[in-house]
């Protein structure tokens, strides 16, 4: 699976959770792969789809939980792979603002979800609605 095809698989995810996700487009997303909206909550993903052994790093966590000026409630990293020890230590200093999600978390996630495994996705479907 591509990243691309992995930031649209957990667009499906958060808009199955009862979210309306929004996939932004490549380099211009400044460090966030997905918004998630549900009414009272906003959120930033960053999604990593890294090689078991290419863990990701604090600078990643630092860079993904600064845009929680911009009206984000909480941002989330979420990685086929794992984080090193200083991007775990990094996401403590924001408590629950900062959520990391390492591949076997992932994977649960999915598994747990129900969605069918992903097809690559078309133009037209780069907005998700959580009632769709």
């Not at 999604?47 to 939980?65: C, I, S």
């Not at 999600?101 to 979800?113: C, D, H, R, Y």
């Amino acid at each position: 699976m591509g990243w691309d095809t992995f930031e649209h698989v957990l667009g499906d995810l958060w808009a199955a959770e009862g979210y309306e996700t929004t996939v932004t487009q490549g380099s211009a997303d400044e460090g966030i792969d997905i918004i998630a909206e549900n009414g009272t909550e906003r959120v930033a993903i960053q999604a990593k789809r890294y090689a078991a052994n290419n863990t990701v790093g604090n600078r990643t966590v630092r860079n993904t939980a600064g845009v929680l000026p911009r009206g984000f409630d909480q941002v989330i990293v979420v990685t086929t792979s794992s984080f090193t020890q200083p991007a775990l230590d990094e996401a403590r200093k924001y408590g629950d603002q900062v959520l990391l999600l390492n591949g076997v978390q992932t994977v649960q996630k999915l598994n747990q979800s129900g969605l069918v495994p992903p097809k690559k996705p078309t133009s037209s479907e780069y907005h998700h609605r959580a009632d769709e």
